[in-house]
């Protein structure tokens, strides 16, 4: 939960994490769920960064014409960004070392 509390504007009781924890597990069950069935309806198996922007495009998360590795910059703390975009700190290495 520490994405959160970086992003909270005041303290937070140690007894919301879970109830928060619950929701965000549905939240993003849901989020899947979504993604599967954009794929399955552009007959694909795989999830792709388009279906990810469509869905927060329609939820209202994502403003038309933001790339997502653009708000993950803006928004996150590095070590997500690390995570989530892996070549911006890999010093130009397309492939990891195995």
Avoid: C, W
């Amino acid at each position: 939960m520490s994405v959160f509390s970086h992003f909270a504007k005041t303290k937070v009781s140690r007894d919301v994490y879970p109830v928060l924890q619950e929701i965000l597990d549905k939240y993003f069950e849901r989020l899947v769920d979504d993604l599967e069935a954009y794929a399955n309806h552009a007959k694909r198996k795989t999830i792709e960064k388009q279906d990810v922007e469509l869905l927060l495009r329609r939820q209202g998360l994502v403003p038309d014409g933001v790339p997502v590795n653009v708000l993950i910059e803006r928004y996150l703390p590095m070590e997500y960004r690390k995570l989530l975009i892996p070549v911006a700190t890999s010093g130009n290495k397309v492939f990891p070392k195995q």
